[in-house]
């Protein structure tokens, strides 16, 4: 007969032990990385200026909009007077602008105004508080906790990674600090510490590894970024201290992270409920069912990966293939070459981390991973020994 047990599998006091102490490594790597390549000033966010001197950015309604000149009147306040104004247009084919349009205009210092780009802040606004509403309504204090890592994980970016790329530092090691040092507030915070998350972030961060090495090889050899694009461009207008190469790797290294640890938090979860279900199976047996849950995620993740590139640049891949080039010469191109490279580096460190996660829960929560609630006979704790599994 299958034997079930309510009681959640416990790695033994060894194996919590292994665990922390493999733990306590990735973090000593992480320290010794990060003050390799800590940054030195933090002024340089916010150093370019990006305006004119004098001039400065005021909100204001659209009133009006002539489709055929492009000129705009539009609505400001200034002083705490709403005052009515001409603003000339963006000069850029296709913006529409509509009355009711809230557009964010610069103010030169003659009083001129120019149109610069929508006001978005209401909008967004409205979708993020959707979207923690949602999150704490649905998953509650865990998905708190995950609110929380997710901000301290873009301070890490914020605060360090791109500060420490400006100044030059080495890109992998920068990548890799970054993406533990993340990873560890994402689990950690949204799960807490336990042998579950501990085995779900060692599994990320042996397919972290694994993208590093590859992605170190696929950007030299496909020579990725190759053409600078604008944005490659302006970076090094303003700062030559940034190495295109390096950012395309750190970029490749992080690219992955969210859907990496959703797939090592979720094999983590399956071992430790097949555990729960099933005691009296074998550690190979863990290993072979939860895989079949790993390779549907596989599948899933694979389709992610890659449609979430499709869709975030659909007009760019629109643009390549309008031009009578062949398929090989518009995959390889430089626009969108980097964007497959990522996504085969990004998909082989996913891939490789499934079985990798699937292997380490299943040895951390053997056989007697489960054990039985005190006996009320007797007030004493005892642990029930397995039966033998059954042939599946």
Same mark, same amino acid.
């Given at each position: 007969?299958?034997?079930?047990?309510?009681?959640?599998?416990?790695?033994?006091?060894? !194996?919590?032990?292994?665990?922390?102490?493999?733990?306590?490594?990735?973090?000593?790597?992480?320290?010794?990385?990060?003050?390799?390549?800590?940054?030195?000033?933090?002024?340089?966010?916010?150093?370019?200026?990006?305006?004119?001197?004098?001039?400065?950015?005021?909100?204001?309604?659209?009133?009006?909009?002539?489709?055929?000149?492009?000129?705009?009147?539009?609505?400001?306040?200034?002083?705490?007077?709403?005052?009515?104004?001409?603003?000339?247009?963006?000069?850029?084919?296709?913006?529409?602008?509509?009355?009711?349009?809230?557009? #964010?205009?610069?103010?030169?210092?003659?009083?001129?105004?120019?149109?610069?780009?929508?006001?978005?802040?209401?909008?967004?606004?409205?979708?993020?508080?959707?979207?923690?509403?949602?999150?704490?309504?649905?998953?509650?204090?865990?998905?708190?906790?995950?609110?929380?890592?997710?901000?301290?994980?873009?301070?890490?970016?914020?605060?360090? !990674?791109?500060?420490?790329?400006?100044?030059?530092?080495?890109?992998?090691?920068?990548?890799?600090?970054?993406?533990?040092?993340?990873?560890?507030?994402?689990?950690?915070?949204?799960?807490?510490?336990?042998?579950?998350?501990?085995?779900?972030?060692?599994?990320?961060?042996?397919?972290?590894?694994?993208?590093?090495?590859?992605?170190?090889?696929?950007?030299?050899?496909?020579?990725?970024?190759?053409?600078?694009?604008?944005?490659?461009?302006?970076?090094?207008?303003?700062?030559?201290?940034?190495?295109?190469?390096?950012?395309?790797?750190?970029?490749?290294?992080?690219?992955?992270?969210?859907?990496?640890?959703?797939?090592?938090?979720?094999?983590?979860?399956?071992?430790?409920?097949?555990?729960?279900?099933?005691?009296?199976?074998?550690?190979?047996?863990?290993?072979?069912?939860?895989?079949?849950?790993? #390779?549907?995620?596989?599948?899933?993740?694979?389709?992610?990966?890659?449609?979430?590139?499709?869709?975030?640049?659909?007009?760019?891949?629109?643009?390549?293939?309008?031009?009578?080039?062949?398929?090989?010469?518009?995959?390889?191109?430089?626009?969108?070459?980097?964007?497959?490279?990522? !996504?085969?580096?990004?998909?082989?460190?996913?891939?490789?981390?499934?079985?990798?996660?699937?292997?380490?829960?299943?040895?951390?929560?053997?056989?007697?991973?489960?054990?039985?609630?005190?006996?009320?006979?007797?007030?004493?704790?005892?642990?029930?020994?397995?039966?033998?599994?059954?042939?599946?």
């Amino acid at each position: 007969m299958h034997s079930h047990s309510d009681t959640a599998p416990r790695a033994s006091r060894r !194996t919590s032990l292994i665990l922390g102490v493999l733990v306590g490594i990735i973090g000593i790597g992480v320290v010794i990385g990060a003050a390799m390549t800590w940054p030195t000033n933090l002024s340089t966010l916010g150093s370019e200026q990006l305006v004119p001197d004098g001039a400065s950015w005021v909100v204001a309604d659209v009133v009006s909009a002539d489709l055929q000149t492009g000129e705009i009147v539009a609505d400001i306040t200034i002083g705490g007077e709403q005052t009515r104004v001409m603003v000339e247009p963006s000069g850029v084919p296709g913006t529409q602008i509509e009355s009711g349009d809230s557009i #964010r205009v610069l103010e030169f210092p003659d009083g001129s105004l120019s149109f610069s780009d929508f006001d978005r802040t209401q909008p967004m606004l409205l979708l993020l508080s959707v979207y923690v509403v949602a999150v704490l309504l649905v998953a509650r204090w865990r998905g708190a906790g995950a609110l929380l890592g997710l901000a301290v994980a873009f301070g890490i970016v914020v605060f360090y !990674t791109v500060p420490s790329l400006l100044e030059g530092n080495i890109p992998v090691v920068v990548g890799l600090v970054t993406g533990a040092g993340a990873l560890c507030a994402l689990l950690y915070i949204a799960h807490g510490p336990n042998a579950r998350t501990t085995t779900a972030y060692l599994g990320t961060i042996a397919g972290l590894s694994v993208t590093a090495v590859v992605g170190v090889w696929a950007v030299s050899a496909a020579k990725i970024p190759g053409v600078p694009g604008e944005a490659e461009l302006s970076l090094l207008y303003v700062n030559g201290n940034v190495q295109l190469r390096g950012l395309a790797l750190s970029g490749l290294i992080l690219a992955g992270l969210g859907i990496l640890n959703d797939v090592t938090v979720t094999q983590a979860s399956a071992v430790w409920e097949l555990r729960s279900a099933r005691p009296d199976l074998p550690r190979y047996q863990v290993f072979k069912r939860a895989m079949r849950i790993g #390779r549907d995620h596989i599948a899933s993740t694979v389709y992610t990966f890659a449609f979430a590139y499709v869709g975030a640049s659909l007009p760019l891949i629109m643009v390549v293939l309008l031009f009578d080039t062949g398929a090989e010469t518009a995959i390889t191109s430089s626009e969108i070459a980097g964007e497959v490279v990522r !996504t085969l580096v990004g998909s082989i460190g996913l891939v490789l981390a499934v079985p990798l996660t699937t292997a380490i829960g299943a040895l951390v929560v053997g056989p007697h991973a489960v054990r039985e609630p005190a006996d009320h006979d007797n007030g004493a704790r005892r642990e029930t020994a397995s039966p033998a599994a059954e042939p599946v």
